[in-house]
């Protein structure tokens, strides 16, 4: 349900805290004007939307879809309110990924993408985002050999069965990629769009009426117009969309590099994304690949056979997905102290031996990690241990019908060594129930039957052998692990404002009693965006009380209030009966003047008596309140029109400001509310030296007519 739209202008600071009601597009343009002015806001509701007036006020990119993060800790920076803190978040903390812009961080996140990726079918998708990106392979020469072609390919309709979209596919079979534009030949629409090579591109344009007609152009050059078909677009292909890859299988990290994951075996399942910041040659033979498949560079499939659940698709490079540090391995580091004596410092060995090398014999390896400062092999059947490895040599697994589990978060084998050989896993029928981790050099696994439940992550891969299976949606490990902005603050206009990427009030209501390192940021951050006092100004509602006490004789009469201008009471009741006996003695009562128009303004409270005597007045007393004076729009259009060169921004404010003037003199308030935000947002985009100072100056007059 919508949330009805607030009067800003009554507060100090205001929360958005709500889950499940949103405000509308007035009730936030309200908000930011009056940040802008000087108020405090506070959004700390964890929900998907950034809607591009909050995201002004925050400093933040706005998204109509935030990624979702699942928080497992946060850390307060030593600038935050309180200095530094750390908060562990078992269970994990639903949370928001967010951009900033000019917000300063005062908390971090540290947590895990989700496991699933994004996904559905190819048309639902193009009618929630507006485009989808998969890949094309074939040997389309596109129009007149431009490797570049346009297709309409159907129509999105509303509930009613009215026309939504016309959806339009721009193909590019070409190596490069291209920069488009896809416009409607009568007008109303048109998008720049960079397409990627080898890439089949679905975008849906607002353009319905009629044929619908669009052209697509590369640098002014028109290469194909088209009329919309009037069928529905029904495309059931499963794709997966976004940046998260869910749980991941496979993943090369180099950047630019040619072979960057070769993949020559057959008969394999891999169940997880597979990415590659370079590229990925497929060459074997019957492999299922049931996960998202994304490179950067280049794909290439040619082998037979292979099963895709969704079409591979290009994407930008991607940071490590893991924030494994190696270095907290080494002796004396934290992992050392947070397993005790289950730690084995190996360095004496690989001193007088220059390897670590066991054998059957040695099998199974004793419970714990191991740090090797060499070269590591491990040799003969059935090998197997739950250990973790760390290395900064090469790794070398080549016994059959082996069985590792990981010992320490996950981790099974891991080495910092460059180079092809960083890790070798030749040993066939082998279990790997960790993560394999080679950042600096490639991954080699050739062995057959082998087992893989948690990633292989590396420089480079090289993948052979046969029938093996990599399914990692079941390891707590395999997902992006990020660190992201917890929490933000912004300054804006004359204003603060905050921003949480979770639900604050949730979170301090499951993780902490008594009060601790939430609460105490909250409190912080709340002191930090509240505004001192603001002036009192035309317009301000001053809270009263009138006191009245009897010290004489009892007696029945009245107590008035009364300004000396335009002021008005808030109620508007200004007189109230006494009725004085032994036992009551006093009066009270409370009261609010709105201050009018001047600068200073004099209100009176007087007693008067009926009986038993008539005495008017009989005791009388006042107050003067000093303020700022006031302004009217016209106050306002006279100063923007007195600006010499106004840049277009500025004139758009003031023509807004003229559809206010004339919307007051019609009676319509909300019309003139409305055209009031549009000169604020204006006035923001003006690069006029007196554009700021004006915009303030519009904010007071959309406080003036709201608040209450």
Same mark, same amino acid.
């Given at each position: 349900?919508?949330?009805?739209?607030?009067?800003?202008?009554?507060?100090?600071?205001?929360?958005?805290?709500? !889950?499940?009601?949103?405000?509308?597009?007035?009730?936030?343009?309200?908000?930011?004007?009056?940040?802008?002015? #000087?108020? &405090?806001?506070?959004?700390?509701?964890?929900?998907?939307?950034?809607?591009?007036?909050?995201?002004?006020?925050?400093?933040?990119?706005?998204?109509?879809?935030?990624?979702?993060?699942?928080?497992?800790?946060?850390?307060?920076?030593? !600038?935050?309110?309180?200095?530094?803190?750390?908060?562990?978040?078992?269970?994990?903390?639903?949370?928001?990924?967010? +951009?900033?812009?000019?917000?300063?961080?005062?908390?971090?996140?540290?947590?895990?993408?989700?496991?699933?990726?994004?996904?559905?079918?190819?048309?639902?998708?193009?009618?929630?985002?507006?485009?989808?990106?998969?890949?094309?392979? &074939?040997?389309?020469?596109?129009?007149?050999?431009?490797?570049?072609?346009?297709?309409?390919?159907?129509?999105?309709?509303?509930?009613?069965?009215?026309?939504?979209?016309?959806?339009?596919?721009?193909?590019?079979? #070409?190596?490069?990629?291209?920069?488009?534009?896809?416009?409607? +030949?009568?007008?109303?629409?048109?998008?720049?769009?960079?397409?990627?090579?080898?890439?089949?591109?679905?975008?849906?344009?607002?353009?319905?009426?009629?044929?619908?007609?669009?052209?697509?152009?590369?640098?002014?050059?028109?290469?194909?117009?088209?009329?919309?078909?009037?069928?529905?677009?029904?495309?059931?292909?499963?794709?997966?969309?976004?940046?998260?890859?869910?749980?991941?299988?496979?993943?090369?990290?180099?950047?630019?590099?040619?072979?960057?994951?070769?993949?020559?075996?057959?008969?394999?399942?891999?169940?997880?994304?597979?990415?590659?910041?370079?590229?990925?040659?497929?060459?074997?033979?019957?492999?299922?690949?049931?996960?998202? +498949?994304?490179?950067? !560079?280049? %794909? !290439?499939?040619?082998?037979?056979?292979?099963?895709?659940?969704?079409?591979?698709?290009?994407?930008?490079?991607?940071?490590?997905?893991?924030?494994? =540090?190696?270095?907290?391995?080494?002796?004396?580091?934290?992992?050392?102290?947070?397993?005790?004596?289950?730690? %084995?410092?190996?360095?004496?060995?690989?001193?007088?031996?220059?390897?670590?090398?066991?054998?059957? @014999?040695? /099998?199974?390896?004793?419970?714990?990690?191991?740090?090797?400062?060499?070269?590591? $092999?491990?040799?003969?059947? =059935?090998?197997? &241990?739950?250990?973790?490895?760390?290395?900064?040599?090469?790794? $070398?697994?080549?016994?059959?019908?082996?069985?590792?589990?990981?010992?320490?978060?996950?981790?099974?084998?891991?080495?910092?060594?460059?180079?092809?050989?960083?890790?070798?896993?030749?040993?066939?029928? *082998?279990?790997?129930?960790?993560?394999?981790?080679?950042?600096?050099?490639?991954?080699?696994?050739?062995?057959?039957?082998?087992?893989?439940?948690?990633?292989?992550?590396?420089?480079?891969?090289?993948?052979?052998?046969?029938?093996?299976?990599?399914?990692?949606?079941?390891?707590?490990?395999?997902?992006?692990?990020?660190?992201?902005?917890?929490?933000?603050?912004?300054? %804006?206009?004359?204003?603060?404002?905050?921003?949480?990427?979770?639900?604050?009030?949730?979170?301090?209501?499951?993780?902490?009693?008594?009060?601790?390192?939430? *609460?105490?940021?909250?409190?912080?951050?709340?002191?930090?965006?509240?505004?001192?006092?603001?002036?009192?100004?035309?317009?301000?509602?001053?809270?009263?009380?009138?006191?009245?006490?009897?010290?004489?004789?009892?007696?029945?009469?009245?107590?008035?209030?009364?300004?000396?201008?335009?002021?008005?009471?808030?109620?508007?009741?200004?007189?109230?009966?006494?009725?004085?006996?032994?036992?009551?003695?006093?009066?009270?009562?409370?009261? =609010?003047?709105?201050?009018?128009?001047?600068? =200073?303004?004099?209100?009176?409270?007087?007693?008067?008596?009926?009986?038993?005597?008539?005495?008017?007045?009989?005791?009388?007393?006042?107050?003067?309140?000093?303020?700022?004076? &006031?302004?009217?729009?016209?106050?306002?259009?006279?100063?923007?029109?007195?600006?010499?060169?106004?840049?277009?921004?500025?004139?758009?404010?003031?023509?807004?400001?003229?559809?206010? @003037?004339?919307?007051?003199?019609?009676?319509?308030?909300?019309?003139?509310?409305?055209?009031?935000?549009?000169?604020?947002?204006?006035?923001?985009?003006? /690069?006029?030296?007196?554009?700021?100072?004006?915009?303030?100056?519009?904010?007071?007059?959309?406080?003036?007519?709201?608040?209450?």
């Amino acid at each position: 349900m919508p949330l009805l739209p607030v009067s800003s202008g009554a507060y100090q600071v205001y929360l958005l805290l709500a !889950t499940q009601v949103t405000p509308d597009a007035t009730t936030l343009r309200l908000l930011r004007e009056a940040v802008h002015r #000087g108020e &405090g806001l506070i959004t700390a509701n964890g929900v998907a939307a950034l809607p591009d007036a909050l995201g002004q006020v925050m400093g933040l990119q706005a998204s109509t879809a935030l990624p979702v993060i699942n928080a497992q800790a946060l850390d307060v920076l030593a !600038t935050a309110p309180g200095g530094a803190a750390q908060r562990d978040l078992n269970p994990s903390l639903a949370s928001r990924i967010v +951009v900033p812009q000019s917000a300063q961080t005062q908390a971090i996140l540290t947590g895990r993408l989700p496991s699933v990726p994004e996904q559905g079918a190819l048309s639902d998708e193009v009618a929630n985002l507006g485009r989808v990106d998969i890949g094309y392979f &074939g040997t389309d020469a596109g129009t007149s050999n431009t490797h570049l072609s346009l297709t309409s390919v159907g129509r999105i309709r509303n509930t009613d069965g009215s026309d939504r979209f016309s959806v339009w596919l721009i193909r590019n079979s #070409g190596d490069t990629a291209r920069n488009m534009v896809l416009a409607s +030949v009568t007008g109303g629409y048109s998008s720049a769009l960079t397409i990627t090579s080898h890439t089949d591109t679905f975008v849906a344009s607002p353009i319905v009426a009629g044929t619908a007609d669009h052209v697509l152009s590369d640098n002014a050059k028109t290469i194909q117009s088209v009329a919309a078909v009037t069928s529905v677009f029904n495309d059931a292909r499963l794709v997966e969309v976004r940046d998260n890859p869910g749980a991941i299988a496979l993943w090369a990290n180099a950047i630019n590099l040619a072979d960057a994951f070769d993949w020559t075996g057959a008969q394999h399942q891999v169940h997880g994304a597979i990415h590659s910041n370079s590229d990925i040659r497929l060459a074997g033979a019957q492999n299922l690949l049931d996960g998202p +498949v994304h490179y950067v !560079t280049g %794909f !290439t499939n040619t082998g037979s056979q292979n099963l895709f659940t969704f079409p591979p698709r290009q994407v930008n490079a991607q940071p490590l997905p893991t924030l494994l =540090n190696l270095d907290d391995f080494r002796p004396g580091g934290a992992v050392a102290l947070a397993v005790g004596v289950q730690y %084995f410092d190996q360095g004496a060995e690989c001193a007088a031996k220059q390897k670590w090398h066991r054998t059957p @014999q040695d /099998m199974p390896l004793p419970s714990g990690v191991y740090f090797i400062p060499c070269d590591v $092999q491990v040799d003969g059947d =059935n090998p197997r &241990g739950n250990v973790t490895l760390v290395s900064t040599g090469a790794i $070398q697994i080549t016994g059959a019908k082996g069985s590792f589990q990981p010992f320490y978060q996950g981790v099974q084998f891991a080495t910092s060594q460059t180079g092809a050989s960083a890790i070798q896993l030749s040993g066939s029928n *082998t279990q790997v129930g960790g993560l394999v981790f080679a950042p600096n050099g490639t991954v080699q696994a050739s062995g057959d039957a082998m087992v893989f439940t948690c990633p292989v992550i590396a420089d480079q891969i090289r993948f052979a052998g046969s029938k093996t299976v990599i399914d990692a949606r079941a390891c707590a490990y395999a997902t992006v692990q990020r660190q992201a902005p917890a929490v933000l603050w912004n300054a %804006f206009g004359t204003g603060w404002a905050a921003y949480a990427a979770f639900d604050w009030q949730a979170a301090i209501a499951q993780y902490e009693t008594p009060p601790s390192t939430l *609460t105490n940021l909250f409190g912080g951050v709340l002191a930090q965006v509240a505004p001192p006092q603001n002036p009192l100004r035309t317009g301000t509602v001053v809270p009263l009380t009138a006191l009245v006490q009897n010290r004489a004789d009892p007696f029945t009469g009245t107590l008035k209030l009364a300004a000396n201008d335009d002021s008005s009471f808030v109620p508007p009741t200004v007189s109230w009966a006494l009725a004085f006996t032994p036992q009551t003695t006093t009066f009270q009562t409370p009261s =609010n003047i709105r201050l009018g128009s001047g600068t =200073n303004t004099n209100i009176t409270a007087t007693v008067s008596a009926t009986t038993p005597v008539v005495v008017d007045p009989l005791k009388q007393t006042s107050l003067s309140v000093t303020h700022l004076g &006031g302004e009217t729009i016209a106050d306002l259009v006279a100063a923007v029109s007195a600006i010499g060169s106004p840049d277009a921004a500025l004139s758009a404010a003031l023509a807004a400001l003229q559809a206010a @003037q004339a919307s007051l003199s019609a009676n319509d308030s909300n019309g003139a509310l409305a055209h009031l935000l549009d000169a604020a947002e204006a006035g923001g985009q003006s /690069m006029n030296a007196q554009a700021d100072a004006l915009r303030t100056r519009i904010d007071w007059i959309v406080w003036a007519s709201t608040h209450y």
